[in-house]
């Protein structure tokens, strides 16, 4: 749709205000805490290993799980079906991203929609 046409009460403010970046915090906590209660127990015991959190960026919902250690990096990248499935039923344009430790390697990432293809290869 063409912003153009679009009353100015309907287009996205210029600039953010405390209260707009106040609000997206919370959205993004209750996103959260929809995905953890979602998820079922031995998940939530893994998530509760790592730092973990949700972001969105525009309309992409992304679960970021920093690690730390690389036992809980391998249990949490074992556990990524189930993550994603939990995950899918918020957003099924989600990604996940997963970091090891400092210094272990780089981040994993994955779009939600890319698991199945990923389960395979497990």
Same mark, same amino acid.
């Given at each position: 749709?063409?912003?153009?046409?679009?009353?100015?009460?309907?287009?996205?403010?210029?600039?953010?205000?405390?209260?707009?970046? !106040?609000?997206? *915090?919370? !959205?993004?906590?209750?996103?959260?805490?929809? !995905?953890?209660?979602?998820?079922?127990?031995?998940?939530?015991?893994?998530?509760?290993?790592?730092?973990?959190?949700?972001?969105? /960026?525009?309309?992409?919902?992304?679960?970021?799980?920093?690690?730390?250690?690389?036992?809980?990096?391998?249990?949490? *990248?074992? /556990?990524?079906?189930?993550?994603? /499935?939990?995950?899918?039923?918020?957003?099924?344009?989600?990604?996940?991203?997963?970091?090891?430790?400092?210094?272990?390697?780089?981040? !994993?990432?994955?779009?939600? /929609?890319?698991?199945?293809?990923?389960?395979?290869?497990?």
């Amino acid at each position: 749709m063409n912003k153009a046409f679009l009353p100015p009460d309907d287009l996205p403010p210029v600039q953010l205000t405390p209260h707009d970046k !106040f609000m997206r *915090v919370e !959205f993004e906590r209750g996103i959260g805490r929809c !995905f953890y209660q979602a998820c079922d127990q031995i998940t939530q015991a893994l998530l509760s290993n790592c730092q973990w959190y949700v972001t969105l /960026n525009a309309s992409l919902v992304t679960l970021i799980i920093d690690c730390p250690d690389i036992v809980a990096y391998w249990h949490i *990248v074992s /556990n990524i079906p189930q993550l994603g /499935n939990h995950l899918q039923r918020i957003s099924p344009e989600a990604k996940i991203r997963v970091y090891p430790p400092t210094g272990k390697g780089m981040p !994993f990432e994955i779009s939600v /929609n890319e698991i199945s293809a990923y389960r395979d290869w497990l």
